[in-house]
T-cell receptor, first 113, second 112 residues
């Protein structure tokens, strides 16, 4: 069974802390994505990666960075967490380009106090 | 940039009634279209997709959608809903641009 695993389902952090959200996929997919989900706004793309060490900004990259050192792992980094980054974060992977469906992880709900 | 509009944020419906969830997209190039479902506290899973060919696409759990190029729409339908269909539904578009754009979601609330 295909799987995208996000390391933490729930996190509570304080303002200014550095936060790592990790995502691992076992499908040998080239493309990996980080989305942010907020009520009424749907899913907004933060960053995506189409190969190891390659990354591209999505629609809302400010305040975030990413790392992809290995094909199966894609990490989202909040250098200095702020309260407006409280949200649900969804990782996904796909074959490319564009035709393949996205496979999602269960999500990581981050609360920044 | 592409955009996807889901016109209804919430759709209440009684069990065994038909339902249509609307989706319109803006794109002047060829696109691929998807519907995803999200149950509470879970990630998204694929319901169905249109890549090419027949404009009527059938998916899991009895859902289907029709691609209408002239109206740039991809509405999702089910002839008879169940309580278990209560969830949030997202329409998405992708293409050669290698990104997926999502609508804001429609919450389907099936009442007994």
């Amino acid at each position: 069974d295909v799987k995208v695993t996000q390391s933490s389902r729930y996190l509570v952090k304080r303002t200014g802390e550095k936060v790592f959200l990790e995502c691992v996929q076992d499908m040998d997919h080239e493309n990996m994505f980080w989305y942010r989900q907020d009520p009424g706004l749907g899913l907004r793309l933060i960053y995506f990666s189409y190969d190891v060490k390659m990354k591209e900004k999505g629609d809302i990259p400010e305040g975030y960075s990413v790392s992809r050192e290995k094909k199966e792992r894609f990490s989202l980094i909040l250098e200095s967490a702020s309260t407006n980054q409280t949200s649900m974060y969804l990782c996904a992977s796909s074959t490319g380009p564009g035709r393949g469906e996205l496979f999602f992880g269960e999500g990581s709900r981050l609360t920044v106090l | 940039a592409q955009s996807v509009t889901q016109l209804d944020s919430q759709v209440p419906v009684f069990e065994e009634a038909p339902v249509e969830l609307r989706c319109n997209y803006s794109s002047s190039v060829s696109v691929y279209l998807f519907w995803y479902v999200q149950y509470p506290n879970q990630g998204l899973q694929l319901l169905l997709k249109y890549l090419s060919g027949s404009t009527l696409v059938k998916g899991i759990n009895g859902f289907e959608a029709e691609f209408n190029k002239s109206q740039t729409s991809f509405h999702l339908r089910k002839p008879s809903v169940h309580i278990s269909d209560t969830a949030e539904y997202f329409c998405a578009v992708s293409g050669s641009f290698n990104k997926f754009y999502f609508g804001s979601g429609t919450k389907l609330n099936v009442k007994p």
